[in-house]
């Protein structure tokens, strides 16, 4: 399976709502690599790293969010795989 990246802004009803930890889990559930925070503006970034079938999965699981989210939107830049992370991790500000 060919390797990717994914950079993604997510907008809509997004912050506080459990999104952060919400992503968390569906990466680590298809064992993807990166980050995911929020952003000053009310939208969450998230960056993924693995297999592109798995990061499809985990952008379609972030359009449902979770429960009190609304998502509006995803912006999705596919990037070069780099392989410069170990884990997956909520970052905070």
Not at 31 to 42: M, T, Y
Request: charged share 25%; glycine share 8%; proline share 4%.
């Amino acid at each position: 399976m060919p390797k990717a990246r994914a950079h993604l802004l997510i907008s809509g009803r997004v912050q506080g709502v459990f999104f952060r930890a919400f992503t968390e889990e569906v990466a680590l559930s298809y064992g993807l690599k990166g980050w995911v925070r929020n952003v000053p503006d009310g939208r969450v970034e998230a960056l993924f790293e693995g297999e592109k079938t798995a990061i499809e999965e985990a952008i379609r699981q972030c359009y449902i969010g979770p429960p009190a989210s609304k998502v509006e939107n995803i912006d999705v830049k596919w990037e070069e795989f780099q392989g410069e992370y170990n884990s997956f991790s909520i970052r905070y500000f």
